[in-house]
C-alpha cells in the first residue's frame, strides 16, 4: 500500500521531474508514447497561469510530499459545448510509483476535487484496450467501464482502440453528492 496520496499545485520543481520522468518512451510508457513534445509549451503554460485554468488543468501527484507524478483534467464534449461539457481526465506516473495503488487514489482524489470545485456532471477517462491495469485502476478508483472506442489513437504508427470509463456526479466516491 502506498504512503500517504495527495494532490497539489504543481510547481517549478515538478516541472523538472515531469520533464525528467515523462520526455521519452521510457518514462511515459507504451500507452502514452506519442513522440517528442516541446517541453516550452508546458513551462509557458505554467508561468501564466500555474497550470490552473477554467478550461483545463494540472496537479502534481506526491507520496509522502514527494513528486510522483500528475493528473490533468480538460474539456471534452459529446454535443454543443454550452450545455454537454464535461471534464476529461489523464495520469502519468513515474515508472517508480506505477503498480502499487497510487493511480487509484489519484484519480479518485481528482474526480472528488472536480466534483468538489467545478459544476460537472460526468468525468471521462480512456485507456488503451490493452492497459489491463490502468481499466483496473480506473474501476478501482470508481469509474464505470462503457465500451470500446474503436481506431480512437494514433500513436506509435498505428490506430489503437481505447476503453472509455466515466463517473458521475451521483456515483463520486464516498457515495452522495455534497451540499
Do not use: K
Request: net charge neutral; charged share 25%.
Amino acid at each position: 500500500m502506498p504512503d500517504e496520496i495527495t494532490l497539489r499545485p504543481v510547481t517549478a520543481d515538478d516541472l523538472d521531474v515531469f520533464e525528467r520522468e515523462f520526455s521519452g518512451p521510457e518514462g511515459v510508457g507504451p500507452y502514452q508514447w506519442f513522440g517528442f513534445r516541446s517541453l516550452v509549451d508546458l513551462r509557458r503554460r505554467f508561468a501564466e497561469t500555474g497550470l490552473l485554468g477554467p478550461e483545463a488543468g494540472v496537479l502534481t501527484v506526491a507520496e509522502a510530499g514527494r513528486t510522483v507524478g500528475r493528473v490533468e483534467w480538460f474539456a471534452g464534449t459529446w454535443g454543443r459545448p454550452a450545455t454537454s461539457t464535461c471534464w476529461s481526465l489523464a495520469i502519468g506516473l513515474v515508472p517508480a510509483a506505477r503498480g502499487r495503488g497510487i493511480g487509484t487514489q489519484a484519480q479518485r482524489l481528482l474526480a472528488e476535487y472536480l466534483f468538489d470545485h467545478t459544476r460537472a456532471e460526468r468525468l471521462q477517462a480512456w485507456t488503451d484496450c490493452a492497459n489491463l491495469a490502468e481499466q483496473r485502476s480506473l474501476e478501482n478508483a470508481g469509474f464505470v467501464r462503457e465500451g470500446v472506442l474503436r481506431s480512437a489513437q494514433w500513436r506509435g504508427g498505428q490506430w489503437h482502440d481505447q476503453v472509455i470509463f466515466s463517473m458521475l456526479r451521483a456515483e463520486r466516491p464516498g457515495g452522495e453528492p455534497r451540499r
